[in-house]
């Protein structure tokens, strides 16, 4: 029955002590919670990372069994328009606390509020400082107005590093009993870039297929297995030029992947190359200069074939 939920829901940490890393922060709102009262906040940082996470968290640190009726998630993406702000923030705003002596409103994905939406959001902060108190979170703190980020207590969360992600990642798999060998979990970690949400899902749909396995997890993720890239980068430099082809074709055919992934995986090959420092720029170059003529709606095929050309003029 444990397929059935979300894992990133049924795993995601209930207090701030179950938080993955960002201590510089989760420490001293731990602080704020012993006080019972906070600021208003704003959290910046990569995608899952655990934003929505800490704010939850917070919520549940303050206001115990009432954490529902004293917070409300709003996802700024979803509604950018200012009538948002007008209408259903105003509205919680104005709302009596339950059992505390202000609510807190999270508005998620805030950098996505059009600027006339984030001026009337500044209005509405300085109108109910007294009962309430907002916590926002964004990728891109330059696009929040100076306005906002001036009445708020700006934290920036750190990307996950590796063991970081393996930690909550064995969490799930012993609590859901999996099996998992080290280059899946490997793989999982290289995939996601340090996202928690990305490794997790990863996680669970890989357990779909049985054992959790570097093969099990590139094929749920539709992504060049690194060593296939790699064999088709050789068969150029080496001057099999066929070959090369051969496997490109396969790839994009037979695997089905797109030609973003597998520049994107052939850029990470060139970084490891044995070969002169030299040739590596060029050849980071030229990956770059292809990998933009596909983003221009070049053929995949095409153009993929013509980068492996310059592969093959770079001999080892």
């Known amino acids: 029955m444990g397929n059935i939920e979300v894992w990133t829901e049924k795993y995601r940490p209930k207090s701030l002590d179950d938080v993955i890393n960002q201590r510089h922060v989760v420490d001293r709102l731990k ?53 948002v702000v007008r209408g259903r923030i105003k509205d919680f705003a104005k709302m009596k606390p339950l059992g505390a002596d202000f609510k807190i409103i999270f508005l998620d994905e805030s950098d996505s509020l059009t600027p006339e939406a984030q001026q009337a959001l500044r209005r ?43 930690t909550y990642l ?52 539709a992504r060049a297995e690194p060593r296939d890239v790699e064999e088709m980068i050789n068969m150029a430099l080496g001057g099999k030029f066929k070959d090369a082809r051969d496997k490109l ?28 420092e030299e040739k590596r720029l060029k050849l980071i170059e030229k990956v770059g200069e292809f990998e933009f003529r596909l983003n221009q709606g070049g053929s995949e095929d095409i153009q993929l074939v013509a980068l492996l050309t310059h592969f093959l003029s770079i001999k080892k």
């Not at 037979?254 to 044995?274: A, P």
Request: aromatic share 6%; net charge positive.
């Open 124 to 166: 509405t902060i300085e109108s109910f400082s007294g009962v309430c108190r907002f916590i926002l979170s964004c990728n891109y703190s330059s696009r929040i107005i100076e306005p906002i980020q001036s009445r708020c207590a700006v934290f920036r969360l750190r990307g996950l590093g590796e063991n970081d992600v393996k």
């Open 249 to 276: 074709q396969n790839l994009l055919i037979n695997q089905g992947l797109s030609g973003e992934d597998i520049i994107r995986e052939m850029h990470r090959q060139v970084l490891n190359l044995d070969i002169a």
């Open 170 to 221: 064995s969490r799930i798999i012993s609590g859901e009993k999996l099996k998992a060998d080290t280059d899946g979990i490997n793989a999982i970690y290289e995939i996601s870039g340090g996202d928690l949400r990305k490794s997790t899902n990863l996680l669970q749909a890989s357990s779909a297929l049985g054992k959790i396995t570097s093969k099990s997890v590139y094929e749920v993720a």
């Open 31 to 83: 602080a704020w919670v012993k006080q019972g009262n906070i600021p208003n906040m704003l959290f910046a940082g990569p995608a899952g990372v655990g934003k929505t996470t800490i704010a939850l968290a917070l919520a549940r640190g303050l206001y115990g069994e009432h954490w529902k009726q004293n917070f409300q998630e709003t996802n700024a993406s979803d509604e950018r328009g200012i009538n």
